[in-house]
């Protein structure tokens, strides 16, 4: 072995420890040539520096073992994973990434790994693991909450890549409560749930948002954080799809309530930015956010048809589109609206209210999701014109802005409102909702609403009784929420008695029920009451209103009655 000197006087167990040093000075040399080149390249960190926990329920042989990041550096070799390579190429580049993905797809890790590269790589990076819960985020869960994970992965690390030592003799040091890894280099990571306020008190470098679908305040966290972010700072959000969520789902398709919405996103393979990857699309749209959709065949060895017979053997097909394919108008149960269709009943293009007739205002006041419905009933048909929703304002505001689109849409209009009754209750020494709509010039009718099937069955019983090409309901294209809401959002849970699934109320609520609560209050308290509620359906339906008198719309045929 070069640099070993041969001599008589030396025996042979000097010469072997002789021979030991030398090749541990070797390896430590060529570790410190690796970690100067994992400093600057994430693809050789991840490859030579990361080690992952197995938790793939399809995978049984090797679940609960640690093993090597795969191969993302070294092109020449047979275990090259191109896919991860492009996502990370792309990660790298963009400033704000979402990836609607498949199941097991290694991503909650990869993100995990990159973001544990920059921390460690980058002085006086300020990271947030964002989840629903803070328990997801930090340590609670050994090697699968986020915090968690990096901690394995840096103790697994066989170099400090030039990270001086802490007291405890490591390179990072960790807090349980609140969750936070600490750096030697400034650089700190915290593990925080989607209700917390810590990303507006610092400059933040990144924010990994995990199973970010289920989030049901994203919407919020990232609106807050953005501005946190500066002109360099990077947002991730990952996913299994979850139906039409408010954030999630609309960012991924370039949602405007503005305008009539349209997937007008730009592909950026077709454009030749980014390579082709099969199982993988890429691209930009119009609201800042470069989306990669992650397939499951992506990954060449889950391309195998034995692979993917095998799993969709083990898992429920409404799960398996969901969870798998990526599907977002999947979702568990019959819709209660079963019979809205969105080429009979959404308006070719926006319609205007009918003159002489007033237009009814709804509203609902939920904090989180208030909502201002615009409707007219005319001729039989429930007219849906406008919806307002903005979050997180106080009644007040809230009320004043929605007046003011509403008049700025309808400004030749009588308008008659209505509110749930609820909004009579006072909370201390607050004014009541409705003393805030009278302070601001409405008069408001409300009643008790009696329950939420029968309030929504008014609803439903517009798309039960038409017939022949009239519809029963019409909506403006422009009210995207409301239409979410009848196409897939509201559904009957599923329940399982022996042999037997069993529909009860839909009340598995979606995160714009409060729109869909607006045009409730309009229906009931406007629009009609129900003559043989244990039916479920009308015999005879009639619609009122204070300027035009009642109308009467006979009992349909029972085929048109069927649920």
Not at 286 to 302: C, E, L, Q, S
């Amino acid at each position: 072995m070069q640099g070993l000197t041969k001599s008589p006087g030396k025996s042979l167990a000097f010469i072997k420890a002789e021979a030991e040093e030398l090749a541990r000075s070797e390896k430590s040399k060529r570790l410190d040539e690796q970690a100067m080149l994992a400093r600057d390249n994430l693809l050789f960190y991840l490859t030579e520096f990361v080690w992952t926990l197995n938790i793939d329920e399809m995978d049984p042989l090797d679940k609960g073992k640690w093993e090597r990041y795969p191969n993302v550096y070294y092109k020449d070799r047979s275990d090259y994973r191109d896919d991860l390579a492009l996502l990370l190429e792309v990660w790298q580049t963009e400033r704000f990434i979402l990836i609607p993905k498949s199941r097991q797809m290694l991503m909650t890790w990869t993100m995990v790994a990159a973001h544990l590269w920059r921390a460690q790589c980058k002085k006086d990076e300020i990271i947030f693991f964002q989840t629903l819960k803070e328990d997801k985020a930090g340590f609670k869960i050994s090697n699968q909450s986020l915090l968690s994970r990096a901690e394995g992965i840096l103790e697994r690390q066989p170099h400090n890549l030039g990270l001086t030592s802490f007291s405890n003799g490591k390179t990072y040091k960790k807090q349980l409560k609140p969750p936070v890894i600490e750096f030697s280099n400034g650089s700190i990571m915290f593990g925080i749930s989607q209700d917390s306020e810590d990303p507006r008190s610092y400059s933040t470098s990144a924010i990994f948002a995990d199973e970010v679908a289920f989030q049901n305040k994203a919407a919020e966290a990232f609106g807050a954080a953005k501005f946190t972010l500066g002109s360099f700072g990077k947002y991730t959000g990952i996913s299994t799809v979850y139906h039409h969520d408010p954030f999630f789902y609309h960012r991924c398709f370039s949602l405007d309530r503005e305008v009539i919405p349209g997937h007008n996103a730009t592909d950026l393979v077709v454009n030749g930015k980014y390579r082709r990857c099969e199982g993988m699309e890429v691209k930009q749209q119009t609201n800042d956010f470069v989306t990669i959709r992650y397939h499951y065949t992506a990954n060449p060895a889950k391309r195998d048809p034995q692979w993917i017979e095998n799993a969709k053997r083990a898992a429920d097909p409404v799960d398996w589109e969901q969870e798998m394919e990526i599907n977002w108008d999947v979702s568990k149960g019959a819709a209660y609206f079963s019979k809205f269709n969105a080429e009979r009943h959404v308006a070719e293009v926006e319609i205007d209210a009918v003159a002489g007739i007033p237009v009814f205002r709804g509203w609902d006041f939920g904090f989180q999701f208030p909502g201002s419905v615009m409707a007219q009933i005319y001729n039989g048909t429930l007219m849906i014109l406008k919806e307002y929703h903005e979050p997180n304002q106080e009644t007040y505001d809230f009320i004043s802005n929605a007046l003011i689109y509403s008049r700025k849409m309808f400004p030749h209009a009588i308008f008659r409102d209505t509110c749930d009754a609820n909004g009579t209750q006072r909370l201390k020494t607050k004014l009541t909702d409705v003393e805030i709509m009278k302070s601001l010039g409405l008069r408001p009718t409300y009643k008790w609403v009696r329950d939420d099937e029968y309030t929504l069955g008014l609803i439903r019983q517009y798309f039960n009784m038409e017939t022949g090409d009239k519809p029963g309901v019409i909506i403006n294209p422009s009210c995207q929420l409301m239409i979410e809401g009848f196409r897939t959002e509201l559904r009957y849970p599923n329940v399982y008695a022996g042999s037997q699934r069993k529909n009860l109320l839909p009340i598995e609520k979606h995160p714009f029920i409060d729109i869909l609560d607006a045009l409730k209050y309009i229906v009931y308290n406007f629009g009609g009451k129900i003559l043989d509620p244990n039916l479920g359906m009308p015999s005879e339906v009639e619609l009122r209103s204070r300027n035009f008198g009642a109308v009467k719309v006979s009992q349909p045929r029972r085929d048109f009655m069927a649920m």
